[in-house]
């Protein structure tokens, strides 16, 4: 026990990234000292050439952009701040100063659309690096963040790209300008004085938050010392076994003010957790894909909480499914069974070890479905499953498994291209999704369950769920993977009332609607899990407000959102790993971490 606990306090040190959040390395200030430099610099920093409003930032996943960086100091910080809000490809503009130039760096660019140039007195000065931003804002967007003093504002006078340019020159005005260029941070001021006959007294332009800041605790109104029970709480969680690692997040007031990693993807201690880890969320899924596009296509009006299965799925109409409302499926009200069955019922005939046009649907390695057999095998059980307890609480998977049935005969488009598509990309979430292995490699990936008994394999990269796996790990209930950097993102958008990066991706009414309890028989919403009434419960937590609303997740997950503190706490972990065990549960891991946040909140500076 004892060298667990050193294996983990070991680990809190190596994960305390920018103030738990941000950057690969530590703040240059902390506490009130950051938050004191923040809004020196935001009184330093001015905006010019947004004429067309390209900050901040839109269209994210119509955007590849790279970052060039000469010889700033500040540019790793920087960097690391940009790739926060979406994938930016960094690159040394130093390389191109020497044998290779930076005629060689506008062709390595070529399929960049925005390229985003930081410059400082230094570089200012240097011809070249003006004629290569000169040459590229012709044909496509560029931004110049400059961190330097008013001289080198002459030097871009003939620069028509926006330029965010801050007087002040730290650490802090690198992190502010990376998160203005996205909307992370407000540009509240205009030039105080003339620097040239473009750039004169009062010009300027401003912008709005739009997006996610990082930041401090203090920047929120927390004490950062307020918050280390939860790493208490965390070191707990895994020297007592209950998960090996995880990943905490929490942004309040529209601000991640705590990003940590802890422990190991294993008990075997070989990789250390990271704050971009992608995590199998289990039954996350459920809010996180299929009730937000439910929401979607509501707002659309294609989607009507009151009509029927019958009404959507015709294969229904000769069930005892055909008269369940939407409305009913989402409450989880409809009497529908838990779950069907899965490998228990699989015949050898219907898989095999390797993929052809017989066997396309991968379940893991060296283990194929048959072609269909969702359609032949488990829509007809679930279409056959017993109705008994219609108007009751009987939380239910199938119930999700149909509405997402739903959601893809009305789109004609799979569920987990509609959501990639519509939300996940747009949004700027760069690792959610299904299917986690056609994109990353299976050590950004947590492992979750050694399974001895089914898929007789260490199931790493593919669901976890048995239902969602030989449904080819994209279903209604399972499938989906994110970092807690992704799900923030997307319920800070739910927080924000359907808005996130200027864009309204659901309705404000619609968010009201379908996240307040809309039972009479249970605490449900439409889709989403809220506060408990009965306070001995103390669910999702003892200090959780009237107003909370989220989902937990069977591998060890959470996300809950608090409107009332304007909270947004998520917890990741692979708790299921090596074997299915209740510790987490038993010693209330993710509902003490929170609490831990609301009494920081409390207790204030």
């Known amino acids: 026990m004892r060298k667990n606990r050193r294996n983990v306090c070991l680990l809190l040190l190596s994960g305390f990234v920018l103030f738990n959040s941000a950057c690969a390395q530590n703040p240059p200030l ?184 990082y930041t401090v605790p203090e920047d929120a109104g927390i004490n950062a010392d307020n918050l280390k029970a939860i790493d208490d709480i965390a070191s707990e969680a895994i020297s007592s076994r209950a998960t090996p690692g995880c990943v905490v997040l929490v942004a309040k007031d ?149 509405m997402q049935q739903i959601a893809e005969t009305i789109t004609a488009t799979p569920l987990n291209k509609y959501v990639q598509d519509k939300l996940y990309n747009p949004l700027g979430m760069q690792t959610a999704g299904f299917l986690p292995l056609y994109r990353f490699p299976a050590d950004r990936i947590p492992p979750t369950e050694d399974d001895k008994k089914d898929r007789k394999t260490l199931i790493d990269g593919y669901v976890h769920d048995p239902t969602a796996a030989l449904m080819g790990g994209v279903a209604g209930h399972a499938g989906l993977f994110a970092s807690a950097n992704d799900i923030a993102i997307l319920y800070q958008m739910t927080l924000n009332r359907g808005t996130y990066g200027g864009v309204q991706y659901i309705k404000p009414e619609t968010v009201d609607l379908w996240t307040s309890k809309q039972s009479a028989v249970s605490r449900r919403g439409l889709g989403f899990d809220r506060w408990d009434p009965i306070a001995d419960r103390h669910y999702p937590s003892k200090l959780a407000s009237d107003l909370s609303y989220g989902h937990t997740g069977f591998t060890g997950t959470c996300v809950w959102v608090d409107p009332k503190y304007n909270l947004v706490y998520v917890f990741l972990s692979n708790r299921v790993h090596p074997n299915v065990g209740n510790k987490l549960g038993s010693l209330n891991i993710r509902p003490r971490i929170q609490d831990a946040v609301y009494e920081a909140i409390q207790k204030g500076m």
């Open 30 to 213: 902390t506490g009130k000292a950051y938050v004191k430099e923040e809004l020196s610099v935001a009184q330093a920093t001015v905006l010019l050439n947004n004429d067309k409003n390209l900050i901040p930032l839109q269209n994210l996943d119509n955007n590849k952009i790279a970052s060039i960086r000469f010889s700033g100091i500040y540019g790793a910080g920087f960097d690391s701040l940009l790739n926060k809000y979406t994938r930016v490809d960094l690159i040394n503009g130093l390389d191109y100063l020497s044998v290779k130039t930076l005629d060689n760096l506008s062709q390595d660019t070529k399929f960049y659309n925005t390229l985003i140039v930081q410059l400082s007195d230094a570089e200012v000065n240097n011809p070249q690096i003006i004629a290569f931003i000169n040459d590229n804002q012709k044909i496509k967007n560029v931004i110049v963040s400059l961190i330097g003093n008013g001289n080198s504002l002459k030097k871009l006078n003939n620069i028509s790209s926006p330029i965010v340019w801050s007087a002040r020159v730290s650490q802090v005005a690198a992190y502010f300008g990376a998160q203005a260029i996205f909307g992370g941070v407000a540009i509240t001021q205009r030039l105080t004085q003339t620097y040239t006959p473009k750039y004169i007294a009062h010009s300027g332009f401003l912008t709005a938050k739009t997006r996610l800041q």
């Open 254 to 402: 529209g601000k991640v003010i705590f990003n940590k990693a802890y422990g190991y993807h294993t008990y075997e201690n070989a990789i250390p957790e990271r704050i971009t880890d992608i995590f199998d969320v289990a039954s996350m899924t459920k809010i996180s894909a299929t009730t937000m596009e439910a929401m979607q296509l509501y707002d659309a009006g294609k989607l009507n909480l009151d009509s029927t299965l019958g009404t959507y799925l015709p294969i229904t109409r000769n069930t005892n499914k055909k008269t369940l409302t939407v409305r009913e499926i989402l409450l989880h009200q409809a009497g529908l069974i838990p779950d069907i069955q899965t490998f228990e019922v699989v015949k050898p005939t219907d898989h095999s070890t390797d993929s052809s046009a017989a066997f396309p649907t991968k379940v893991n390695d060296n283990y194929y479905l048959r072609k269909n057999y969702f359609d032949d095998v488990m829509l007809p059980a679930a279409l056959r499953s017993a109705v008994k307890t219609r108007g009751q609480y009987v939380y239910s998977d199938v119930s999700m498994i149909f």
